[in-house]
C-alpha cells in the first residue's frame, strides 16, 4: 500500500513538472517565463556562417483571433553584419532589406507532421545599421499540434541553407492571462 | 637444476609474452567506414530539404503556368482583328515579367539546391566527426567510390550504426 502510494506521489510530481504553466496573472508574468530559457520557448540553429534564435510567444486565450508569434533573431557568427554578408555593395544590402520587408513571409512556416502553417503577417524591424543582427516577427494562427513542431525558415537570401528549430507540442497551448 | 632452469625459462617466456601482448594492444588501431552514397540518400535531412524544394518549385512552377495562360490569351488578343497599341503593350509587359521571373525562380531554384547539398554534407561531416569521438575511432573513413577507400571488410562497415545516429542527433 505504501509503496503505491510513494509510486502515485512521484508519478504525479513528475507529471505536474513536465506540464507546461499557462496561467498567468498579467502580460509581464507570462514575459517572464517566456522569457526563461529552461521553459523551452526559446531555441536556436546554426548553419553555415549563421545563428538563428527563434522565441514562441504563445496565443492568449482571451483574444478574438488567437495567434502565435515568433520572435527570430538572425546573427553571423563572426559577429559581422548581417546584411553586408559576402562584402556586398550597399545597393544590395538595401535589396536585402526590401526582401525581409516583404518576401520572406514566403518562406517561413510551422512543419506540423506533414501540415504546413504559413505565416500570415511579418514584420521586419530595420535597425539603421545600429546593430550587425536584424529582427523579425511573425505571427501564426493558433493551432493544436499532436506532436512536436519544426519552425522552418528557408534562406534564400545568404544561401545557409534551412534553419529548423523544434519546438515542444505543449507550449502551443493557449495562456490565460488575467489583465 | 633443470627445474630451475624450467621454471626461469617459463618465467621469461611469460613475460616476453606478456609484453608482445601488450605492444600488439597498443597498436591496435580502432578504424571503421561507412558507405557515404548510401547514408547520403537515406539521411533524414535531404529527405527533408528535398521535400522543401520540392514544395517551392511546384509553388513556382504554377506561378509561371498561371502566368504563361494568361500570355497565351493575351496573344490571342494581340494578333486578332481588333488588337490595340494599350493591349499590345500589355503583352509586352506581361512577357517580360514572365520571362524576368522564369529566369529568376531558375536561378534561386539553382541557388538553394547547392545551399542545401552544402548543407547535408556539412551535417554528415560534422556528426561522422563526433560519432568517431564518442565511439572512440581511431580513423574513420567514408567509402564513395571514388578510389579513397577501396575495401574494408564487412566487420568494419559501421553505415548502419552511423546512420542511425545521424538521424537521431
Known amino acids: 500500500m505504501k509503496t503505491i502510494l510513494i509510486g502515485f506521489i512521484a508519478l504525479s510530481l513528475?507529471?505536474?513538472?513536465?506540464?507546461?504553466?499557462?496561467?498567468?496573472?498579467?502580460?509581464?508574468?507570462?514575459?517572464?517565463?517566456?522569457?526563461?530559457?529552461?521553459?523551452?520557448?526559446?531555441?536556436?540553429?546554426?548553419?553555415?556562417?549563421?545563428?538563428m534564435e527563434a522565441k514562441l510567444i504563445p496565443s492568449i486565450k482571451e483574444d478574438k483571433e488567437p495567434q502565435l508569434t515568433v520572435q527570430v533573431r538572425l546573427s553571423r557568427k563572426d559577429g559581422g553584419s548581417v546584411l553586408d554578408f559576402g562584402?556586398?555593395?550597399?545597393?544590395?544590402?538595401?535589396?536585402?532589406?526590401?526582401?525581409?520587408?516583404?518576401?520572406?513571409?514566403?518562406?517561413?512556416?510551422?512543419?506540423?507532421?506533414?501540415?504546413?502553417?504559413?505565416?500570415?503577417?511579418?514584420?521586419?524591424?530595420?535597425?539603421?545599421?545600429?546593430?550587425?543582427?536584424?529582427?523579425?516577427?511573425?505571427?501564426f494562427n493558433h493551432f493544436s499540434p499532436k506532436d512536436d513542431v519544426m519552425f522552418v525558415y528557408r534562406d534564400q537570401l545568404f544561401n545557409q541553407g534551412m534553419f529548423r528549430i523544434p519546438f515542444n507540442k505543449a507550449l502551443f497551448t493557449s495562456c490565460h492571462v488575467q489583465d | 637444476m633443470?627445474?630451475?632452469?624450467?621454471?626461469?625459462?617459463?618465467?621469461?617466456?611469460?613475460?616476453?609474452?606478456?609484453?608482445?601482448?601488450?605492444?600488439?594492444?597498443?597498436?591496435?588501431?580502432?578504424?571503421?567506414?561507412?558507405?557515404?552514397?548510401?547514408?547520403?540518400?537515406n539521411c533524414k535531412l535531404k529527405l527533408s530539404l528535398e521535400k522543401d524544394l520540392e514544395r517551392l518549385t511546384t509553388?513556382?512552377?504554377?506561378?509561371?503556368?498561371?502566368l504563361q495562360l494568361q500570355l497565351s490569351f493575351l496573344s490571342q488578343e494581340v494578333s486578332g482583328p481588333n488588337s490595340s497599341s494599350t493591349k499590345l503593350s500589355e503583352f509586352e509587359n506581361q512577357k517580360n515579367r514572365f520571362l524576368g521571373l522564369q529566369q529568376q525562380y531558375e536561378q534561386e531554384n539553382m541557388r538553394l539546391k547547392e545551399a542545401y547539398f552544402t548543407q547535408i554534407r556539412k551535417e554528415i561531416n560534422d556528426k561522422s566527426q563526433a560519432f568517431a569521438a564518442a565511439k572512440g575511432y581511431d580513423y574513420f573513413f567514408a567509402a564513395v567510390g571514388d578510389g579513397a577507400l577501396m575495401y574494408g571488410a564487412e566487420t568494419e562497415d559501421v553505415t548502419k550504426e552511423f546512420q542511425e545516429y545521424l538521424d537521431k542527433n
Do not use: W
Request: proline letters at 3%; charged letters at 25%; glycine letters at 6%.
Open chain 2, 59 to 66: 509553388k513556382r512552377k504554377s506561378e509561371l503556368d498561371s
Open chain 1, 87 to 139: 562584402g556586398v555593395p550597399k545597393n544590395e544590402a538595401l535589396e536585402r532589406e526590401g526582401y525581409l520587408s516583404f518576401e520572406v513571409l514566403n518562406d517561413v512556416y510551422f512543419e506540423d507532421g506533414d501540415q504546413l502553417q504559413p505565416a500570415i503577417f511579418h514584420h521586419y524591424e530595420r535597425n539603421y545599421g545600429l546593430k550587425p543582427s536584424i529582427d523579425l516577427f511573425f505571427r
Open chain 1, 14 to 51: 513528475l507529471f505536474s513538472c513536465s506540464e507546461n504553466k499557462t496561467s498567468f496573472a498579467n502580460e509581464e508574468e507570462l514575459k517572464a517565463y517566456v522569457n526563461d530559457p529552461d521553459n523551452g520557448f526559446i531555441a536556436s540553429d546554426e548553419n553555415g556562417d549563421f545563428i
Open chain 2, 2 to 41: 633443470l627445474k630451475k632452469i624450467i621454471i626461469a625459462s617459463a618465467g621469461i617466456l611469460l613475460i616476453a609474452n606478456t609484453l608482445v601482448i601488450v605492444m600488439l594492444y597498443s597498436n591496435d588501431k580502432k578504424t571503421g567506414f561507412i558507405d557515404y552514397n548510401t547514408v547520403y540518400n
